[in-house]
């Protein structure tokens, strides 16, 4: 029995949902062993080295058709600068976010950049639509009752840390739309991947926090899984996926990496999530999906 192109772009979507959330876990575990920066180098480093296999034929198929090769690779240089140094400063503060949170609130946290695209766009210039205004809304006051204990009005660090990214991730969602049209996506991945491995571990070595071999040894599954799982396969599989998912599916099984992450936190971890961060959890997942759904749910194409 033949399998659907929707199918299997919905299978390949969910998939890269599970390791992106999955992910938030190994990266909590890491931090028994590794420093923030050390893991996200070498994560980041592992992941690119894993696209390169597929992407250098690529490469090397695009510059020989091209008839300005050095526009090319000044324009993949540019790219892979812009795109990793926004990952590479989004998944820091992520990263050092988590030494005071849990998976599961960061894992929600993180996905507020959703409804931070279109406010930050329209600081720019664009108009924003009502659905992302009530998304927007909506996802505020669920990270009030996720992180904000009954009665205060103040984040605690590692929320404020992961708010943070949540920003920086949506920089790069902006950048991307700038530059994919431009680029050939695996070519994007894997620059992006080996310029943020790249600041990472340079970064590491500045500091002078390199684990020694023991603690790699340790730290071996959170590095392969964070690495090759989340970056190499979760990337692929998105692009694969996004290819012929419907908008609406696709915006949805996305979203659900956010679940997996409180899912996985409480198996795995054994984090507990009260009524109150339920809530804020549940409020932030509907804003999200009515920001990212409206044009849909009003009747635009």
């Not at 993949?76 to 976010?97: A, E, K, M, T």
């Not at 690495?227 to 990337?235: K, N, Q």
């Not at 999906?289 to 409206?294: D, E, F, I, T, V």
């Amino acid at each position: 029995m033949s399998v659907s192109k929707s199918t299997r772009a919905n299978l390949a979507l969910s998939m890269a949902a599970f390791f992106w959330g999955t992910t938030f876990i190994v990266q909590r575990q890491a931090m028994e062993h590794l420093t923030p920066l050390a893991f996200g180098g070498l994560r980041f480093t592992l992941g690119a080295l894993a696209l390169l296999p597929l992407a250098l034929p690529r490469a090397a198929r695009l510059l020989a058709a091209d008839p300005a090769p050095g526009r090319l690779l000044r324009l993949w240089l540019l790219g892979g600068l812009v795109s990793g140094g926004f990952i590479f400063i989004g998944i820091s503060f992520q990263q050092y976010g988590l030494l005071w949170t849990t998976a599961g609130k960061a894992g929600f946290i993180t996905s507020l950049y959703v409804v931070l695209v279109p406010l930050i766009m329209h600081l720019t210039g664009h108009r924003i639509m009502l659905g992302e205004a009530l998304g927007a809304a909506l996802a505020v006051v669920g990270l009030y009752f996720l992180s904000f204990a009954a009665g205060l009005f103040s984040l605690s660090r590692g929320d404020a840390l992961v708010l943070m990214g949540a920003f920086i991730w949506a920089g790069h969602v902006i950048s991307l739309g700038w530059l994919s049209p431009k680029m050939d996506s695996i070519l994007l991945g894997t620059s992006q991947a080996l310029v943020c491995g790249c600041l990472g571990l340079l970064a590491t070595t500045f500091s002078g926090q390199w684990p020694g071999p023991e603690l790699l040894r340790q730290a071996w599954l959170p590095i392969v899984w964070g690495g090759f799982f989340s970056v190499t396969l979760g990337f692929t599989l998105q692009v694969i996926g996004q290819k012929d998912a419907a908008p609406a599916p696709a915006a949805i099984i996305l979203q659900m990496e956010a679940v997996v992450a409180v899912v996985a936190g409480r198996l795995f971890l054994n984090e507990v999530m009260t009524g109150r961060m339920l809530l804020g959890a549940a409020l932030m997942l509907a804003g999200m999906l009515l920001s990212q759904l409206w044009p849909i749910l009003a009747g635009k194409k």
